[in-house]
């Protein structure tokens, strides 16, 4: 399989997903997660008509994505999915244009200083642990609708977040737990694609998008909401260990 043999098989499952769900496929856009591949693996995917990226670690993504962008012919899109250190933050904002990894109110307000600094406006996602795994980043969303000081804790900072210039809240993001069945994963899509329309209707804003599904499980999240989808494997193919 091809590259863009993946690309056209990915599409027609997004499209199959949203026919089940009574979805616009428009609505959903394929982010390329090519990390751990090199500048002339993304250049190869681009030239298939993808124009969204992401990447999961900054000192790879500082080699990569100034190198690609100097090559590629047309304007490509920057999403940042991982984990970010504070001391980070500040080549996060000049290299991407999205951020869906904001896990914490200090990331965001870090974020926020720099944006201000560079005279820019970065558009960001909150990272949502909605399934309650200990070894996740996120904010802790877990059982909201029903644990009061769980759902009062994450909205005060939601507020704090939403006030902050020079960032775009965009909408929220999570990873789904690793599951042997697909269908043990929706819980998860179902419940941030819930709490999003509850952020939505208590702070009477757009939050437009919901970035979740990743190769294993992103039929399921396309049926329960998902308007980006961040893929790796499904394209370029299972990843060396690093
Ligand atoms: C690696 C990664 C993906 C893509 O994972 P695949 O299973 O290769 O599709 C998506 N989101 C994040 C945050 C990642 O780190």
């Known amino acids: 399989m091809t590259i863009a043999d993946n690309i056209q098989r990915i599409q027609e499952a997004i499209e199959a997903a949203c026919a089940r769900a009574g979805r616009n496929p428009a609505e959903v856009t394929l982010i390329a997660v090519s990390k751990t591949h090199p500048a002339e693996v993304v250049l190869e995917a681009a030239s298939f008509g993808l124009q969204h990226f ?10 990569k994505i100034p190198s690609v962008n100097a090559r590629s012919n047309c304007p490509l899109t920057w999403h940042m999915v991982g984990h970010i250190q504070s001391r980070k933050a500040r080549d996060v904002t000049s290299l991407f244009q999205q951020v869906h990894s904001v896990d914490t109110l200090k990331l965001a307000s870090k974020l926020s200083g720099l944006c201000m600094e560079q005279g820019k406006q970065l558009r960001v996602l909150l990272e949502m642990n909605v399934s309650g795994e200990e070894a996740k980043y996120g904010f802790q969303a877990t059982s909201w609708d029903t644990n009061h000081a769980v759902r009062d804790h994450l909205w005060r900072e939601v507020e704090q977040i939403l006030a902050l210039p020079g960032i775009e809240v965009r909408g929220l993001m999570t990873m789904a737990p690793i599951v042997e069945q697909v269908e043990q994963a929706r819980p998860v899509f179902t419940a941030l694609a819930r709490l ?4 939505r209707q208590s702070f009477q ?13 992103y039929p399921v999240a396309v049926e329960e909401g998902a308007t980006l989808v961040r893929i790796g494997r499904a394209i370029f193919g299972e990843r060396e260990h690093k």
């Open 196 to 199: 999003c329309a509850d952020l």
């Open 54 to 63: 992401g990447e999961n670690r900054v000192e790879e993504a500082e080699l």
């Open 205 to 217: 804003i757009e939050l437009p998008d919901l970035s979740m599904g990743m190769t294993d499980d």
